[in-house]
């Protein structure tokens, strides 16, 4: 064998041992999941509250997501309050984005700072979406979580008034009831930036 040769195989053999030992690309997760539009539903949400109470206002929304595979229903709750009175809450829910349903509970006199649809550019698909692509989908994918929701509320407790009006924002939260693992995603309603990720795994 010649020394070109030597080298020739030398070189194809280097070749072969860097291509078995390089890291493999991660896969890509292609788990999608889906949700109802809470902007969609609003002003029908807003009629049917104000039919019964005219001077309720919004103070957050909650709606499931489920994988594109699930066919559960999905539900979509509006959380109203009024200064007239205090004490009573107000919940318009929708589900699969059909017959709103209208429910009435009582609570201890509270402070409540209203949430205007300006508040809120981004819709929950659009949230979900933000949150899925970054880092939502590797955990579904890994732990299949069975409760899975949006909230959209204020910054800060209900309570915490004195701060002021704080940034509006789309909680989103994967919840693996069988595991106890757990994914929190928190997306600015406004901005579409997202502010804080928790996790909690076994």
């Known amino acids: 064998m010649t020394r070109t040769c030597r080298l020739c ?7 072969i ?14 788990i999608s999941v889906h949700t109802i539009s809470a902007k969609r539903f609003y002003e029908e949400a807003l009629e049917t509250v104000r039919q019964q109470q005219p001077d309720a206002f919004l103070v957050a929304i909650s709606v499931d997501f489920r994988s594109v595979a699930d066919d559960r229903p999905l ?14 809450s107000y ?3 929708f589900t699969d984005g059909h017959d709103p349903g209208f429910s009435i509970t009582t609570h201890p006199i509270d402070e409540y700072i209203p949430i205007a649809e ?13 949150a899925h692509d970054r880092v939502g989908c590797q955990f579904f994918a890994k732990w299949r979580s069975e409760n899975t929701r949006l909230t959209l509320q204020r910054k800060y407790a209900t309570r915490d008034v004195a701060r002021g009006l704080n940034p509006v924002e789309w909680i989103i939260v994967y919840d693996s009831i069988v595991t106890k693992a757990m994914l929190e995603v928190s997306v600015d309603a406004l901005s579409g930036e997202i502010t804080h990720v928790s996790r909690s795994e076994p």
């Open 75 to 88: 539900k979509l709750t509006y959380h109203f309050e009024s200064p007239s009175t205090p004490t009573r």
């Open 9 to 15: 195989t030398l070189a194809i053999a280097i070749l």
């Open 118 to 130: 300006q508040d809120w550019r981004v819709d929950s698909p659009e949230a979900l979406a933000i």
């Open 91 to 93: 919940r318009v829910q």
């Open 17 to 30: 041992l860097t291509a078995c030992t390089s890291p493999t690309p991660p896969d890509t997760c292609t």
